[in-house]
């Protein structure tokens, strides 16, 4: 004779199985947000803090790569983990050879500028003609050969020859923002460094009396 099991033995049966697929993850190791991180750079608007724009990318302070701090400067420097995704104007940025850094306010964790450095000669050319699309002509454009025999310290600490660079200029109005950037060769491999600041800002003027901004650059 066959003993039937009353239907709230199965119903227990099914919702032990679901519960079990559903078990929160007590790993504290793990950032719940990392699937779904993507540094949308022009998600950056100056005036707002950093961390509003890190909620945006599912991120928080605590995944800064750069891990060093003075006490002799008043701003502090974000730098994004290079396995992290990114993009600026729909440019994918990922997994390729690229520096992001953002710089806030100490105090009040506002930001007011950000950098990225890219290499490799088709996704520099992408970059400018993206920019050229979006801004028109550069309000400002130059060349300016490399000095012959002339030698410097790049970031990664490396000698290098200096060479031929271009710079250029786009202000977006509608973001109060400025872009300088600076094209250039490095170890056969063409490089272009992008800086965003705030149009007008104080700091923007002083980066610019300081030479900390190319002095090639027009005030």
Known sequence: MKIKSPLWVSIVFVLLIISCNTYPDKNPGRNPAQSNQMATLSDIRFGKTIDKTLEIWG??????????????????EFTLRKDVPAELYSIDLSHKFRNISIFYDKKTKVIFRYELRISGKDLVEEMIKVFKEKYGSPLFYRDQEGKSGSVFIDQEGNQVEDSERSYYQ??????????????????????????????????????????????????
């Open 59 to 76: 991120m928080s302070l605590k995944d800064n790569n750069n891990k060093a701090s003075s006490s002799k400067i008043d701003f502090e």
């Open 170 to 219: 786009w202000n977006d109005k509608k973001n109060r923002t400025s872009f300088f950037m600076i094209r250039k060769t490095e170890a056969q491999s063409e490089v272009l460094e992008i800086i965003a600041m705030e149009r007008n800002s104080k700091r923007n003027q002083q980066e610019s009396a300081s030479g900390g901004t190319e002095t090639v650059f027009p005030e």
